[in-house]
């Protein structure tokens, strides 16, 4: 399946925001925004965390236009009944992770999307990114206000094409850095969880992910934020470790399960500056199959 996802800018954007509201096996939830309009990325801790945390960022829940669904695992989408309609928020889903959600929302509420469409919200364009993952349907996402572009890509089972895209092209990278092989390999985890995680449907490992980012970044990259961490399998540490010696010349965060990121700003990052247009042709490798 072949599709195209155009980024375009005549001067780069300097007013978007984003943070990880929730980040790791626990849940997960990230907040992009510009001045204008608002997304969340997944909603997988319940409500009350969601709005204690934004609270603590200074978010209104109201503020946000749109809810985007990775995929249905409850650790993406345990929040997500009870948010979207104290709220009234749409939620953007493909089919097979809303089948699999077993969730029953509000009809008209619920968009149901290709895991590569293209979805208007304001001033924000959302890009759905297909992945291996061992979901029924999942995809990651891509929000960009037509200058920064900022890329959300976890649960990845692997750095298919899609994944390689994405990191060339983005301003803004929250990266998944799921387990240490190590850790892994000698911990409690029976030996099928093992093997589902280190599948090719399941995580990236911290080698993984360093080497996809390493090989894969371009100069337009200006912040990295770590993502979606094992408990169990990982550490803060371990990772800053790894990744550290690699990104001198960028910001480098990492997101916890423990509590919300700062706010971050993109104005933080780089000042106002003519920027060309990327144009990308991403493909999905026929053996891509999501499971029933």
């Not at 371009?218 to 961490?229: A, M």
């Not at 042709?281 to 199959?289: F, M, Y």
């Given at each position: ?10 001067y ?124 029924k ?22 750095p ?6 994405v ?35 399941g995580?990236?490992?911290?080698r ?9 970044r ?12 094992s ?37 933080d ?24």
């Open positions: 399946m072949d599709w195209r996802l155009k980024f375009l800018s005549a780069r954007s300097v007013n978007m925001k984003y943070c990880a509201i929730a980040s790791g096996s626990n849940g997960n939830c990230y907040y992009i925004a510009n001045a204008a309009d608002a997304v969340l990325i997944d909603v997988g801790i319940n409500t009350k965390h969601v709005e204690l945390r934004m609270a603590n960022l200074g978010i209104s829940p109201a503020s946000v236009k749109a809810i985007f669904i990775t995929h249905e695992h409850t650790d993406h989408i345990r929040g997500l009944a009870v948010f979207c309609k104290r709220y009234q928020i749409p939620v953007y889903i493909t089919a097979g992770s809303y089948k699999g959600s077993r969730l029953h929302l509000p009809e008209h509420l619920v968009h149901i999307i290709l895991p590569n469409a293209t979805v208007r919200i304001g001033t924000l364009t959302v890009y759905g990114i297909p992945k291996y993952h061992d979901a349907e999942p995809c990651s996402f891509v929000v960009s206000d037509g200058a920064t572009n900022i890329g959300v890509l976890t649960d990845l089972g692997r298919c094409d899609n994944v390689k895209h990191i060339r092209h983005t301003d803004v990278l929250l990266l998944e850095a799921n387990y240490d092989e190590d850790m892994l390999e000698s911990g409690r985890y029976s030996f099928f969880l093992k093997n589902r995680i280190r599948s090719g449907w995580h990236l490992s911290n993984i992910a360093l080497e996809t980012f390493v090989e894969h371009t100069s337009r990259l200006r912040h990295l934020v770590l993502s979606h961490l408990g169990e399998n990982n550490s803060v540490e371990c990772v800053r470790l790894t990744f550290a010696p690699y990104c001198t010349d960028i910001k480098l965060s990492i997101a916890t399960r423990y509590q919300e990121t700062e706010l971050f700003d993109v104005s990052l780089f000042a106002p500056s003519v920027v060309g247009f990327d144009e990308l042709s991403l493909t999905l490798s026929k053996d891509r199959q999501w499971k029933e």
